[in-house]
């Protein structure tokens, strides 16, 4: 009699721990309306002080521009590593950029921030133009960007 | 062949390689403006520390500094919540201006890279360099076998109006044109990635976080040992780290500057494959060499001209040949047939006789007398059927074969025909036929039949010749051939003026205007669209077929297309049957015609003074030409006519021409009145005054019958015999030209 809620307890146990590892966030980035190519982007988190920690996304097709987001590529010396699996096509002026990423609880409300960095060819690069903390009241609240980016908002 | 690789690119990539060129040439502009409004400190008075200070003193967040290749500083800053990017004057550090890439340049400059078409228009591009490379060099050669040789390659170019434009624009484009081809191409292998496009050195940020505390950017020792010409990119450390340092590019590599320290670390030279992609960059675009930017703008600019141009020509080349069907290649025809033709009506005649011997089984080759190969692999006969032109000469599709004919290989066994076609009422009847036929029997071939001779197109002596050669050949030939009658426009007749109704030799001016085609056959066009008169001008002739005949009768204009009228002067001639026709017109009654060209016949614009000699019905391309003398080149005008009751045509006209200056001097002579002389009496009488003029380098032109012109040569080869020189002499220069009839 005594077996069954101790396997109900065991089972949540061990399910909790899986459940509370990481969930989804949604950072949404919407470009001002500017007059130039498409940008390439890069999102990506530091630690309190801005030293890096990891890639969110780049947008960007050609891996040879990618040293004009610069603060990122400082940050990760754009090793392949760091942003494989997390590229897409570049972002157009007045587009938004939608990406979904598994984050560790372990990153928010810990004093993490997003950063983003932004470049247009032909154009001047915005290191870190959105710095934005990763915390729980933070969400759903747009960020202003200083250069391409009229906004970020994140969403859990 | 190299015809054939000249104009097959040309054809193909005529409108792309305007567009590329264009946009090449717009874009050559930037480099010229940007280095118009920067000031370049001396090399050596100034370092990047210099600068940096002085900007320090302006701006307070500078994030990143850049120098163009043209000499521009462009500084990048975040004040407070506001990003910026100005051009700033390097003595003073404070902006010039907003710095903001103009939009129209930069679309411009997509389209010449890629079309506006991401990596497919850059596929296009690229294919574009390469023809654009591919014509430039078929084009020299082109125009160094033309001259006779490389080193003859910048004499003055021969032909028509658009083959001097074209070979003379080409000439001033052509290394422009080379240069920024290969230049292109190269690049667009790099951006293509068919090449490596060598990257920049890379900054290589050091591994360990820089210590110390951050000093003043004016005083880091790195930056003060370079110069702000070598500079091309300072990047500034990030704000928020302490331990951030400096990027710093310059032209001979990247390194990283430590911020407090000063000290340059860990720096990486360009390679040197990425130097060479960099000069071969400049010498495209002209950033940093201005003037080679403008030099290849300018050459640019040649190729909608030479793309326009090429066109016309190879439209009017293709034009000129008829359409032979089954025309075997030189090498394999038993039967080559040579074609030296003026206005393509010999060409009529060798058509059907090629299609004949076709029909026959034989196997055919036809083409220009110029086209004569050295030598023929299977053929065994030659037929040469050939026009000739003015007095004697070859005409336009036979000017080089008696030089080709030197190396051509002449065997007993190679049996030929020459077959002439012209006038009996010339002198000079078939002259260039039985200069060509001495010519190939000096080869040592052997004639298959003696020259003949065809007087004014006639298909009977036509078909003659043919049963006579087949018999000869052992192939049966009928040739019969319908001539081909050239395109004819309608005209009406609006008004004439007569002289001499009651003399037995009336004369009287006609003018026609267009007119539409009023029966059904007449297209669309012709029926609705208002009619529009060919183009001619002063000089050429027009081409009349009187009903019942099937040759056209010619007779010369006075009047050119612009006036909107068509005017000739015509004579009626006992027993003649298109004067005869003309003179029974009444306005209102409508002819058909066309016209023929006669480039030739024209006065040499510029300084030197014309000399009109005409008789009779001559007077009018004379009157015309001095109706449209505008600049008012000095002319002198003498004719002979009857009687002034009978033919003294355009009086009240020419007495204008007299008051304005357009005509210089008048004299006329009467054979039937008056004088009783002819005009050659009166240049006689003159002959002073017009040996003095032709000293100082005076035109002379001849328009009437064939008497008047043989008379008026005799006098004139006297008049300048002490001038040593000869009418033979001068019609070599161009200075003595004829419309006889």
């Not at chain 2, 120098?67 to 462009?74: E, F, L, Q, Y």
């Not at chain 2, 005083?219 to 450390?237: G, I, M, Q």
């Not at chain 2, 030197?608 to 007077?619: E, F, K, W």
């Amino acid at each position: 009699m005594k077996t069954k809620p101790l396997v109900f307890f065991l089972a949540t146990a061990l399910a909790l721990p899986v459940l509370a590892e990481a969930r989804p966030v949604v950072f949404a980035t919407e470009l001002s309306t500017y007059n130039g190519d498409g940008a390439y982007v890069a999102l990506y988190l530091t630690d309190a002080n801005g030293l890096y920690k990891q890639t969110l996304w780049i947008a960007g097709e050609k891996a040879k521009y990618y040293k004009h987001l610069g603060d990122w590529a400082r940050g990760s010396r754009m090793r392949r590593a760091e942003y494989d699996g997390m590229t897409g096509a570049s972002v157009h002026s007045g587009q938004t950029l939608r990406v979904t990423i598994d984050l560790d609880d372990a990153l928010i409300d810990a004093g993490y921030q997003v950063h983003i960095d932004t470049s247009v060819e032909d154009m001047r690069d915005h290191r870190s133009e959105v710095v934005a903390p990763l915390t729980t009241e933070g969400a759903g609240k747009p960020i202003a960007g200083k250069g391409y980016v009229k906004s970020l908002t994140y969403t859990f | 062949m190299l015809r054939q690789s000249h104009s097959l690119p040309g054809l193909i990539g005529a409108l792309l390689l305007a567009v590329l060129a264009v946009t090449g040439a717009i874009l050559s502009i930037n480099p010229v403006q940007e280095r118009l409004h920067t000031t370049i400190p001396a090399s050596g008075a100034m370092s990047v520390a210099d600068l940096t200070g002085k900007l320090a003193a302006n701006y307070q967040g500078v994030e990143q500094i850049q120098r163009t290749p043209s000499g521009a500083i462009i500084v990048y800053f975040t004040d407070g919540n506001q990003s910026g990017v100005d051009r700033v004057d390097p003595e003073t550090g404070t902006a010039v201006a907003a710095y903001e890439a103009s939009s129209i340049m930069r679309w411009v400059k997509n389209l010449h890279r890629s079309l506006l078409l991401d990596t497919p228009g850059r596929v296009a591009s690229a294919t574009g360099a390469a023809l654009m490379l591919l014509l430039t060099v078929s084009g020299a050669f082109m125009l160094a076998a033309r001259s006779g040789g490389w080193r003859k390659i910048l004499h003055p170019v021969g032909g028509t109006p658009v083959q001097r434009l074209h070979a003379a624009v080409a000439r001033f484009a052509v290394l422009g044109l080379l240069l920024a081809a290969t230049t292109g191409l190269y690049m667009s292998a790099g951006s293509l990635e068919l090449i490596s496009e060598a990257a920049e050195a890379e900054v290589n940020f050091p591994a360990e976080a820089g210590a110390g505390t951050p000093q003043p950017v004016e005083t880091l020792a790195a930056l003060k040992a370079t110069d702000l010409s070598d500079l091309r990119e300072l990047v500034y450390p990030y704000a928020g780290d302490p331990t951030d340092g400096y990027s710093l590019l310059t032209r001979q590599g990247a390194g990283f500057v430590d911020a407090s320290s000063g000290a340059l670390l860990s720096f990486q030279a360009h390679s040197t494959r990425r130097k060479v992609y960099e000069f071969i960059y400049m010498l495209h675009t002209g950033e940093g060499l201005w003037w080679l930017g403008i030099w290849l703008g300018l050459s640019a600019l040649a190729v909608p001209v030479l793309a326009v141009s090429g066109i016309r020509i190879w439209w009017k080349r293709r034009r000129a040949l008829p359409r032979l069907t089954g025309n075997s290649p030189a090498d394999a025809a038993a039967t080559v047939i040579l074609v030296g033709s003026e206005n393509n009506t010999t060409w009529g005649f060798a058509k059907t006789l090629h299609d004949a011997l076709t029909r026959a089984g034989q196997r055919v080759h036809t083409a220009p007398m110029n086209r004569l190969a050295a030598h023929y692999r299977k053929a065994e006969r030659l037929f040469i059927l050939t026009a000739t032109h003015g007095d004697g000469g070859a005409p336009t599709s036979a000017n080089q074969f008696l030089a080709k004919l030197e190396k051509f290989e002449g065997t007993p066994s190679f049996q030929f025909a020459v077959l002439g076609f012209g006038d009996r009422q010339f002198p000079k009847f078939c002259q260039f036929a039985i200069d060509v036929d001495a010519a190939l029997t000096a080869k040592g071939c052997t004639a298959l039949s003696p020259l003949d001779m065809i007087d004014r197109q006639s298909p009977q002596e036509f078909a003659r010749w043919g049963k006579n050669v087949g018999e000869r050949i052992g192939v049966e030939l009928n040739l019969e051939h319908i001539p081909e009658c050239p395109k004819t426009s309608r005209l009406q007749l609006v008004e004439r003026v007569d002289y001499g109704s009651d003399a037995d030799t009336p004369t009287t001016v006609l003018r026609f205007k267009p007119t539409r085609q009023t029966d059904k056959a007449g297209t669309l066009r012709a029926r609705y669209w208002p009619q529009r008169l060919p183009r001619f001008e002063a000089g050429d002739l027009v081409g009349i077929l009187p009903p019942g005949s099937h040759t056209p009768r010619f007779y010369s204009l006075a009047s050119s297309s612009q006036e909107g009228m068509l005017e000739i002067c015509v004579r009626k001639q006992p027993g003649g049957l298109c004067s005869g026709y003309l003179h029974s017109l009444q306005p209102g009654a409508a002819i058909d015609a066309f016209i023929r060209h006669n480039p030739n016949f024209r006065p040499n614009t510029g300084k030197a003074s014309v000399i009109l000699i005409g008789a009779g019905t001559g007077i009018g391309p004379l009157t015309g030409f001095i109706k449209h003398n505008t600049p008012r080149q000095p002319m002198y005008l003498y004719w002979g006519g009857r009687n002034p009751q009978s033919d003294f045509l355009y009086q009240p006209e020419l007495n204008r021409y007299l008051e304005d200056q357009r005509l210089t001097e008048l004299n006329t002579t009467f054979s039937r009145s008056g004088d009783r002389a002819y005009v050659q009496d009166k240049i006689h009488a003159d002959a002073a005054k017009l040996r003095e003029l032709i000293l100082k380098g005076a035109q002379i032109l001849i328009c009437g019958g064939r008497e008047m012109a043989t008379g008026v040569m005799t006098t004139i080869d006297e008049i300048v015999a002490p001038l040593h020189t000869s009418v033979q002499a001068l019609k070599a220069e161009g200075r003595y030209r004829e419309d006889v009839y």
